[in-house]
Antibody
Framework: EVQLLESGGGLVQPGGSLRLTCTAS????????MSWVRQAPGQGLEWVST????????YYADSVRGRFTISRDNSKNTLYVQMNSLRVEDTAIYYC??????????????WGQGVLVTVSS | DIQLTQSPSFLSASVGDRVTITCRAS??????LVWYQQKPGRAPKLLIY???TLQTGVPSRFSGSGSGTEFTLTISSLQPEDFATYHC?????????FGQGTRLEIK
């Protein structure tokens, strides 16, 4: 059974930092691109970042580029996002998701339960 | 960036109704359009990818169609468990984008 478990969320002051972790199990983690998606309270989904399966490529939303860094450790089946210079508008539930990419078939097929990040003074 | 606009944003319907949600892209995305269902307090769940391919385990009352810039998600006969928010997503190019969501509620 595929499982994705996010951790590391919490309350942080504006300008502060947090590192989120997504621990994966039940599938070949090193074969999948992985993504972070967030959802502000009462709002829609916003894609944050994606990393290729081997870590060789990364993509970021403009809203987080230069402040967030995605990384992964395939030996530990773990995905990270380091979030620096946090802003109030970064407050959201953060989900990690598998990105299945096979030619014309592309989708985020598995999602974690999400972790809440609150940026407030 | 490719903008996705869903309509309607809110839909009230009854069990047994047929409903259609539209997702329009600001530029052509071929068939790289995905639909997710999300219930309150839960993570999104993959329903349809490639505009029309049903994810394994998703009931056949769900269907998707479209290509290019206009896509639809249809639920042929609403069941109580279908009342949720539906999101479209484009995976044609970065940045990946989502529609604003369509909230489907019981009339």
């Amino acid at each position: 059974e595929v499982q994705l478990l996010e951790s590391g969320g919490g309350l942080v002051q504006p300008g502060g930092s947090l590192r989120l972790t997504c621990t994966a199990s039940g599938f070949m983690f090193s074969s999948y691109a992985m993504s972070w998606v967030r959802q502000a309270p009462g709002q829609g989904l916003e894609w944050v970042s994606t990393m290729c399966n081997n870590g060789g490529c990364t993509y970021y939303a403009d809203s987080v580029r230069g402040r967030f860094t995605i990384s992964r450790d395939n030996s530990k089946n773990t995905l990270y996002v380091q979030m620096n210079s946090l802003r109030v508008e970064d407050t959201a539930i953060y989900y990690c998701a598998t990105y299945f990419y096979d030619g014309g078939n592309r989708n985020f097929d598995y999602w974690g339960q999400g972790v809440l990040v609150t940026v407030s003074s | 960036d490719i903008q996705l606009t869903q309509s309607p944003s809110f839909l009230s319907a009854s069990v047994g109704d047929r409903v259609t949600i539209t997702c329009r892209a600001s530029q052509g995305i071929s068939r790289y359009l995905v639909w997710y269902q999300q219930k309150p307090g839960r993570a999104p769940k993959l329903l349809i990818y490639g505009a029309s391919t049903l994810q394994t385990g998703v009931p056949s009352r769900f269907s998707g169609s479209g290509s290019g810039t206009e896509f639809t998600l249809t639920i042929s006969s609403l069941q109580p468990e279908d009342f949720a928010t539906y999101h479209c997503q484009q995976l044609h190019s970065y940045p990946i984008t989502f529609g604003q969501g369509t909230r489907l509620e019981i009339k």
